[in-house]
Nanobody, 120 residues
Framework: VQLQASGGGLVQAGGSLRLSCAASGSIFSINDMGWYRQAPGKQRELVATITSGGITNYADSVKGRFTISRDNAKNTVYLQMISLKPEDTAVYSC???????????????WGQGTQVTVSS
């Protein structure tokens, strides 16, 4: 199973970006998906999660500005980010809890990380 993240880049404060993360490989089902971020010198922060049924959770720091969604048919999770701030600058990594067959437990898989830089 591989997760391929895309969509990072450089944007001015107040701007928007949309991250995508597509899972591929031997997939029976996907449970929770989400995004973490880590800025230099800071602890990793859980940004947002979404269940297979579409229930979402957000870090307080991004509520009202970020929206997580998923397309189950495409095994893809998205993170729409608006009103970006310099403090949102970080490497964003996606994850997914994947069952590779009915008989196997869910295991977390990770994307490679994509850099988001917000200039002031």
């Amino acid at each position: 199973v591989q997760l391929q993240a895309s969509g990072g880049g450089l944007v001015q404060a107040g701007g928007s970006l949309r991250l995508s993360c597509a899972a591929s490989g031997s997939i029976f089902s996907i449970n929770d998906m989400g995004w973490y971020r880590q800025a230099p010198g800071k602890q990793r922060e859980l940004v947002a999660t979404i269940t297979s049924g579409g229930i979402t959770n957000y870090a307080d720091s991004v509520k009202g500005r970020f929206t997580i969604s998923r397309d189950n048919a495409k095994n893809t999770v998205y993170l729409q980010m608006i009103s970006l701030k310099p403090e949102d600058t970080a490497v964003y990594s996606c994850f997914a809890y994947v069952k590779r067959s009915y008989y196997l437990p869910s295991i977390d898989y990770w994307g490679q990380g994509t850099q988001v830089t917000v200039s002031s």
